[in-house]
């Protein structure tokens, strides 16, 4: 059933490197202790796991004997499922904060192994229970008030019943999850723990080593060489890897493939939006509309070379902010406060609760030695989410906040509401309660400033927002379908092949007036998201939803904001189509993803008309 929810930098003289944990202040580390407060409690649900793992084996065959039976093993499996969450976040967050400590990634692959016999102990559920006559279903809910707790879940589970394997087929599958793991965990490892970038200069002309933390940082320098440095060490390391991450993307494209058709969907893509009960049309019409409305984004690209003054653009130009008079270092208190403030729309009790999670344990803010780039929000039933950020000081690092904390509250209203079978929801609704947050603070910060040079800075922020969370998604989902269809031919992967694919898709979404760099062909190679088949269309998703529901709120429109805390609180208790519907947005129709491109559209606009009205500052670097 539910299987996991889904600025620092030290050193003395000329060299500036990442920081030892140890080094670190503790009040910006997350508190795993209030998961479990030593190594020796996680070992004791360990075990604990293991034995009702053992237990769980004995209701085999006995499912359709009455709906006592069935309620007891749903209720063993979710016994079962909270034990194995917390065990496996605990891991899993000890071995991101430092992924070069031996013990954490001991325990999580320790974690990793159990689950296949977890799985395996569990296989049988799902067949046995399809095998009944539907009649028998409705009759055992009829029977028993306690069952119909999971009347979703087994209307979810019938939904399915054509993809559904004998049991022991499931069991095979089961047995096979640990190998069919192994694309990601290796990609993970080389991309966390093993790959090393060089040393570039910084603009005081200092040697600092570029990490995947840092890169985003360089890529906002006002000096050119700065930013065309970090883009060639950065993306030149991972060219030097082209053939095994060509290898490593190519084997996780064949595991989607096998489980695909080993269940009798037609495509990955239709297996992979069958888990969420997704129509197949919701992603083609994110890819559809987006690639309909590519002409505002040219003419943003261009006004981009415009005000650079470049007489050629490089994608290394592509996120340095056009008016870097007014950029300013956030420190991370402030970036917190100003959260706060721009979250107030949503109510006092949500911001009640975004000020608790600020204070508790909950987030783990600086980048150090080891520890996993990027950012997530992370939990399991029964304890407080968790928050990875990076944290350089950037303003894209407060939104990163808004965000992260936006999964962490979703995390907190469904977990405290929903019982454990729908306290997971899925990442097409998780994206939309992180971008939501998004929205209300950029429209905080927009309505808070009267300087016109820092509105400029806030609007080429909020376009480059859209820019990489829906074009640029939008963009990889197609590479996604493409690389998916090629190898459902029979069409091998190979670096090159997938270079040519990616340098093809880069020109379409950015149009002429940038011209690639050769380590453009090897961009797909650094994107982690690859390794989970046909998400990232969900940011462009997500985003959509977020801009309808965000405009509701901030309109006060009746009964906007109880209905999108309904959302927040509902988990899996419905599908997520329909969550959405109630919420306000449907999803199915092109309407969210078209309003979405013409909030770019106005604000490509006013950008100009600000433009216009004071001159065109431009940049020399």
């Known amino acids: 059933m539910n299987r996991k929810w889904k600025a620092a930098s030290a050193g003395k003289g000329n060299v500036s490197s990442l920081p030892r944990r140890e080094e670190l202040d503790r009040r910006y580390q997350w508190n795993l202790a209030d998961i479990y407060p030593s190594i020796d409690g996680w070992r004791s649900d360990f075990h604990r796991l293991e034995k009702l793992t053992n237990e769980m084996t004995a209701f085999e065959g006995t499912l359709g004997g009455s709906a006592e039976n069935l309620l007891a093993c749903l209720r063993k499996s979710d016994e079962m499922g909270k034990v194995f969450d917390s065990l496996y976040v605990y891991a899993h967050l000890l071995r991101d904060q430092d992924s070069g400590n031996p013990q954490s990634q001991a325990l999580a692959d320790k974690i990793t192994i159990l689950q296949t016999r977890v799985s395996q102990a569990e296989s049988f559920v799902n067949p046995e229970i399809l095998a009944l006559p539907e009649g028998k279903i409705a009759k055992f809910l009829e029977e028993n008030a306690d069952l119909r707790l999971y009347a979703h879940y087994l209307d979810n589970l019938n939904r399915k019943r054509e993809h559904t394997l004998s049991p022991k087929e499931e069991k095979l599958l089961a047995m096979a999850a640990n190998m069919a793991a192994g694309p990601r965990s290796i990609f993970n490892m080389l991309n966390n723990a093993d790959i090393r970038f060089p040393t570039i200069r910084d603009e005081e002309g200092n ?53 695909a058709r080993a269940r009798g969907y037609g495509s990955c893509l239709t297996a992979s939006l069958d888990a969420r009960n997704i129509p197949v049309e919701v992603y083609d019409n994110v890819v559809d509309v987006v690639g309909a409305h590519l002409k505002p984004l040219h003419e943003y690209i261009a006004l981009r070379k415009k005000l650079l003054g470049y007489d050629v653009l490089k994608p290394y130009d592509l996120f340095v902010p056009l008016f870097p008079e007014v950029k300013e270092k956030v420190e991370y208190e402030t ?247 109630d919420a306000g947005v449907d999803m199915t129709s092109p309407e969210p993803v078209e309003a979405t491109c013409a909030l770019f559209s106005r604000l490509l606009a006013e950008l100009k008309d600000l433009l216009r009205n004071g001159g065109e500052p431009g940049e020399s670097a």
């Open 207 to 259: 040697e600092v080593e570029v990490t995947k933390g840092r890169y985003s940082r360089f890529m906002e320098s006002s000096d050119r060489r700065v930013r065309k440095d970090a883009y060639g060490a950065l993306l030149g390391t991972y060219r030097k890897y082209a053939n095994t991450l060509a290898a490593t993307l190519s084997a996780s494209v064949s595991r989607d493939i096998f489980f």
């Open 335 to 581: 970036a917190v406060d100003t959260v706060v403030e721009g979250l107030a729309p949503m109510g006092d009790e949500y911001v009640a609760l975004l000020r608790k999670g600020f204070t508790s344990g909950w987030i783990d803010v600086f980048e150090n030695e080891g520890k996993r780039s990027g950012a997530y929000s992370w939990g399991s039933f029964g304890n407080h989410p968790y928050v990875l950020l990076n944290f350089q000081g950037r303003l894209d690092d407060m939104f990163t906040i808004a965000h992260e904390m936006g999964h962490a509250l979703h995390t907190y209203h469904t977990t405290a509401a929903q019982p454990y079978v729908y306290a997971d929801y899925s990442i097409f609704a998780a994206e939309v309660a992180s971008t939501t947050n998004e929205a209300l603070l950029v429209d905080h910060l927009l309505k808070k400033t009267g300087d016109r040079k820092k509105k400029l800075y806030l609007l080429n922020h909020h376009l480059d927002q859209i820019r990489s969370t829906v074009y640029t998604q939008v963009l990889f989902a197609e590479f996604e379908k493409i690389i998916h269809d090629r190898v459902e031919r029979g069409d091998p992967l190979t670096a090159e092949r997938m270079g040519t694919i990616f340098r093809e898709l880069f020109h379409k979404y950015n149009g002429a007036a940038v011209a690639e760099e050769p380590e453009t062909a090897i961009y797909w190679a650094r994107v982690p998201h690859f390794y989970n088949s046909f998400y990232v269309y969900q940011y462009a998703t997500g985003y959509s939803a977020a801009t309808m529901l965000s405009q509701k709120i901030l309109a006060g429109e009746k009964n906007a904001l109880p209905k999108y805390i309904r959302f927040l609180k509902s988990g899996s208790s419905r599908y997520p189509i329909d969550l959405l519907t």
